[in-house]
């Protein structure tokens, strides 16, 4: 004959501690060691003011943004040349002279890239800017980033300003039609050689007064 089948209420009864039927006191205490401690948790940090009621989640960006920035820009180059509407920011067609790095320990040389502001992006310690200059008749752009630990200086070689002048405020977010207009690019390069013949000029007469 078969045997009948088991009912659930008897395999609960006969089952031991090793099924995971342990009473609760047992199975709180720790199986181990009786000589384990553990560590009081740690109060937790207060929440900032403008985290209370956030709109939108800027408010906790904001809030990281802000606290990233004393890290990464000591300078406040976010807040001063790169911002949307401060009155000191780079606008596009300016020219702008960068130092970098060339090792990541910053124990190599350096390596200077002038050019033309094409576009700036945005996007708190993230912010990026993008410079164009003519090579050997040849186009080349580089995106450089304002935080990033392999710069070494930003130089304003010459500000864009106004609808006069030798380079012209070009009243746009982005500028990438002068890839297409050489003269206009001819003339903010003349206004950069302008400025390196004024600067080894004054190197020469610096010099001379020394002597």
Not at 3 to 25: I, Q, Y
Request: charged share 25%.
């Amino acid at each position: 004959m078969a045997r009948p089948l088991a009912r659930f209420g008897d395999l609960v009864r006969t089952a031991g501690p090793s099924r995971g039927f342990a009473s609760s006191a047992r199975a709180l205490a720790y199986p181990f060691s009786a000589n384990v401690t553990f560590p009081e948790p740690k109060a937790p940090a207060p929440v900032p003011q403008n985290l209370l009621t956030p709109k939108n989640g800027w408010h906790v960006v904001e809030h990281v943004n802000a606290g990233l920035r004393q890290e990464v820009d000591p300078q406040g180059l976010l807040k001063t040349l790169f911002a949307r509407r401060s009155r000191e920011r780079l606008r596009t067609g300016s020219v702008v002279s960068v130092i970098s790095y060339l090792k990541s320990d910053r124990t190599g040389g350096v390596q200077p890239f002038s050019g033309v502001l094409m576009k700036v992006r945005r996007r708190g310690v993230d912010t990026s800017f993008t410079l164009r200059n003519i090579v050997a008749k040849t186009g080349i752009e580089m995106n450089f980033k304002v935080c990033s630990p392999m710069i070494k200086e930003i130089k304003i070689v010459r500000r864009a300003e106004g609808r006069t002048g030798p380079i012209k405020d070009l009243r746009r977010a982005r500028v990438n039609y002068l890839r297409e207009r050489p003269d206009m690019m001819a003339t903010i390069a003349s206004a950069l050689k302008q400025d390196q013949a004024q600067r080894v000029a004054a190197k020469r007469e610096s010099a001379g007064k020394k002597k």
